[in-house]
T-cell receptor, first 111, second 114 residues
Framework: NAGVTQTPKFRILKIGQSMTLQCTQD?????MYWYRQDPGMGLKLIYY???????DKGEVPNGYNVSRSTTEDFPLRLELAAPSQTSVYFC??????????FGEGSRLTVL | AQTVTQSQPEMSVQEAETVTLSCTYD???????LFWYKQPPSRQMILVIR??????QNATENRFSVNFQKAAKSFSLKISDSQLGDTAMYFC???????????FGKGTRLSVIA
């Protein structure tokens, strides 16, 4: 039972590099989310999607892009990485009216 | 916009004792959902308990229960018979109807002491 799978789990980037965090879920959930968690803080919403082809900005979208071409996949792209994007990134999905199911997180460091 | 406040950054409890974590929220909505999530050192976010605002009965899950006071906009988590494995960050979260994204509090770090 895979649930929500995120890759990679760890990554170090240089300033200005780009990368994509992959997220896939096998629970047929329509709703998917990307959050970031800075040290000692709660989770802040970056982007979310209510279904394939539909995405919306969250609280902290600057420097990120997403796409949702299928129900299963919701990749998060970082363009021109900056030290302020050093964080732990969580992907999550949810059924209608339910709580979120989270991936294991991806720790990103930008040097 | 909704906000969630957890006023206790850190707490500790002796093993086998009971501890209550506080959470308050601000909303103009009448129907919504509230959640408690646990984040152990492994970093995984684990759903502990869920409460629908239209239900008067407090949710319970084994040793975990909530005290939901809708008028006071309070949603505290009680952990009974605390175990070492309960050591974690605990996040309170709010969600409006329609699967709008969860809004999280800043968390309470709970340490269970042997």
């Amino acid at each position: 039972n895979a649930g929500v799978t995120q890759t990679p789990k760890f990554r170090i980037l240089k300033i200005g590099q780009s990368m994509t965090l992959q997220c896939t879920q096998d629970m047929n959930h329509n709703y998917m989310y990307w959050y970031r968690q800075d040290p000692g803080m709660g989770l802040k919403l970056i982007y979310y999607s209510v279904g394939a082809g539909i995405t919306d900005k969250g609280e902290v979208p600057n420097g990120y892009n997403v796409s949702r071409s299928t129900t299963e996949d919701f990749p998060l792209r970082l363009e021109l990485a900056a030290p302020s994007q050093t964080s732990v990134y969580f992907c999550a999905s949810s059924p209608r009216g339910g709580g979120l199911f989270f991936g294991e997180g991806s720790r990103l460091t930008v040097l | 916009a909704q906000t969630v406040t957890q006023s206790q950054p850190e707490m500790s409890v002796q093993e086998a004792e009971t501890v209550t974590l506080s959470c308050t929220y601000d909303t103009s909505e009448n129907n919504y959902y509230l959640f408690w999530y646990k984040q152990p050192p492994s970093r995984q976010m684990i759903l502990v308990i869920r409460q629908e605002a239209y239900k008067q009965q407090n949710a319970t899950e084994n040793r975990f229960s909530v005290n939901f006071q809708k008028a006071a906009k309070s949603f505290s988590l009680k952990i009974s018979d605390s175990q070492l494995g309960d050591t974690a960050m605990y996040f309170c979260a709010f969600m409006k109807l329609g699967n709008t994204p969860l809004v999280f509090g800043k968390g309470t770090r709970l340490s269970v002491i042997a």
